[in-house]
């Protein structure tokens, strides 16, 4: 995928500034029209001890013990009550970046069993990349130290099947449709054909995503010190399960 040129300096010092402050002035601005917002002289309770993974080996096991919760219907749905909503007024400190697809069918704090703080989502159909997008990601692991990030396909993904349709037919696909299927295009697998190829492709693109995130420098450079892993995942529909992928 062919990218402008961009600086890769971290977020630091005035910009890191600046992105803090529009996120709070979002938040202030959005909360005089949220339902039941707390008073403006009210102060948060007491921070109510919970354990955030700190490593990228723990927030892959936290993730794996969510998913398996979820696809034995024994969810716990962590983190709603009304004192952890007061404690994160005063800020976020989420243990992974998912990159997941639109699809409606795999919200990750759902099919992960995480609530409220827990998890930083970045949603594209077939988790295509762009600058928004690898914005997002870089944000999470640069100014949150967030140590995992995880690339989540799924099953029977619509964004990959229109892209392999596409690229079989020679269709042109609508509007802004056709920038997804070009960039899930170089993950097509040619050797396989039918539902398998729909499926294969799900897989390498998965992987090409993934590789392209741990190439990007300023992760890179975290990967390389131990302190932030990037891997690729796939949501089975059938089976509800998440496992990663190489």
């Given at each position: 995928?062919?990218?402008?040129?961009?600086?890769n300096?971290?977020l630091?010092?005035?910009?890191?500034t600046?992105?803090?402050?529009?996120?709070?002035?979002g938040a202030?601005?959005?909360?005089?029209l949220?339902?039941?917002?707390?008073?403006?002289?009210?102060?948060p309770r007491?921070?109510?001890?919970?354990?955030?993974?700190?490593?990228?080996?723990?927030?892959?096991?936290?993730?794996?013990a969510?998913?398996?919760?979820?696809?034995?219907?024994?969810q716990?749905?962590?983190?709603?009550t009304?004192?952890i909503?007061?404690?994160?007024?005063?800020?976020?400190h989420?243990?992974?970046?998912?990159l997941?697809?639109?699809?409606?069918?795999?919200?990750?704090?759902?099919?992960?069993?995480?609530?409220?703080?827990?998890?930083?989502?970045?949603?594209?159909?077939g988790?295509?990349?762009?600058?928004?997008?690898?914005?997002?990601?870089?944000?999470?692991?640069?100014?949150?130290?967030?140590?995992?990030?995880?690339?989540?396909?799924?099953?029977?993904?619509?964004?990959?099947?229109a892209?392999v349709?596409?690229d079989?037919?020679?269709?042109?696909?609508?509007?802004h449709?056709q920038y997804?299927?070009?960039?899930?295009?170089?993950?097509?697998?040619?050797s396989?054909?039918g539902?398998?190829?729909?499926?294969?492709?799900?897989?390498?693109?998965?992987?090409?995503?993934?590789?392209?995130?741990?190439?990007?420098p300023?992760l890179a450079a975290?990967?390389?010190?131990?302190?932030?892993?990037?891997?690729?995942?796939?949501?089975?529909?059938?089976?509800?399960?998440?496992?990663?992928?190489?």
């Amino acid at each position: 995928m062919k990218q402008r040129p961009r600086t890769n300096t971290p977020l630091g010092g005035s910009r890191r500034t600046l992105l803090r402050a529009a996120v709070a002035g979002g938040a202030l601005a959005s909360g005089t029209l949220a339902l039941g917002t707390a008073p403006a002289s009210a102060s948060p309770r007491p921070a109510v001890p919970r354990h955030r993974p700190g490593t990228p080996a723990q927030a892959l096991r936290e993730l794996d013990a969510g998913n398996r919760r979820w696809r034995s219907l024994c969810q716990r749905h962590p983190h709603e009550t009304a004192a952890i909503r007061e404690t994160l007024i005063s800020g976020q400190h989420p243990f992974a970046v998912i990159l997941g697809c639109i699809d409606s069918r795999v919200p990750p704090e759902l099919v992960l069993d995480q609530g409220l703080g827990d998890l930083m989502t970045v949603r594209s159909a077939g988790e295509v990349l762009d600058e928004a997008v690898l914005g997002s990601v870089a944000y999470g692991v640069l100014d949150l130290d967030i140590p995992l990030v995880m690339v989540l396909g799924h099953q029977f993904c619509g964004a990959v099947t229109a892209a392999v349709r596409a690229d079989e037919t020679g269709e042109e696909l609508p509007a802004h449709i056709q920038y997804i299927a070009d960039r899930i295009r170089p993950a097509i697998d040619h050797s396989q054909h039918g539902p398998a190829r729909v499926d294969s492709t799900i897989t390498r693109n998965v992987g090409l995503v993934a590789d392209h995130l741990r190439r990007e420098p300023d992760l890179a450079a975290r990967i390389a010190a131990g302190k932030l892993a990037v891997v690729g995942a796939r949501y089975e529909l059938t089976s509800q399960r998440v496992h990663t992928v190489a």
